[in-house]
């Protein structure tokens, strides 16, 4: 059973750092995309990050970019969101998803692409 569980998220104020991290068990996934979405009360789940299969090619939100780093470790079978400067508008409870089709370009940034999803950690930031 396939099972990804995200943590460090908590509450942090405007301009601080995050380190979020997304542990995947049941099925390895370095040869496969994940990204990060976020959901914030009342909105829509939206598009955050994803990373390549290789790690070699990111894709952001522009809401994030410039702020946010994604980055995966291969071995652990881990993906990591780095958040700097944050701002209150970046409260959300944050999922992983990985998918298990394969994409030898550009990782796919649609929700409807990604098969597996955490339960998310909350981040909130306070102005």
């Known amino acids: 059973q396939v099972q990804l569980v995200e943590s460090g998220g908590g509450l942090m104020q405007t301009g601080g750092s995050l380190r979020l991290s997304c542990a995947a068990s049941?099925?390895?996934?370095?040869?496969?995309?994940m990204g990060w979405f976020r959901q914030g009360l009342g909105k829509e789940r939206e598009f955050v990050a994803s990373i390549s299969w290789s790690g070699g090619i990111s894709l952001y939100a522009e809401s994030v970019k410039g702020r946010f780093t994604i980055s995966r470790d291969h071995a652990n079978n881990m993906v990591f969101l780095q958040m700097n400067s944050l701002k209150p508008e970046d409260t959300a409870v944050y999922h992983c998803?990985?998918?298990?089709?394969?994409?030898?370009?550009?990782?796919?940034?649609?929700?409807?692409?990604?098969?597996?999803w955490g339960q998310g950690t909350q981040v909130t930031v306070s102005s």
């Open positions: 049941g099925r390895n996934f370095s040869s496969y995309p």
């Open positions: 998803a990985a998918t298990d089709i394969f994409y030898d370009r550009s990782p796919p940034t649609a929700q409807n692409e990604y098969t597996y």
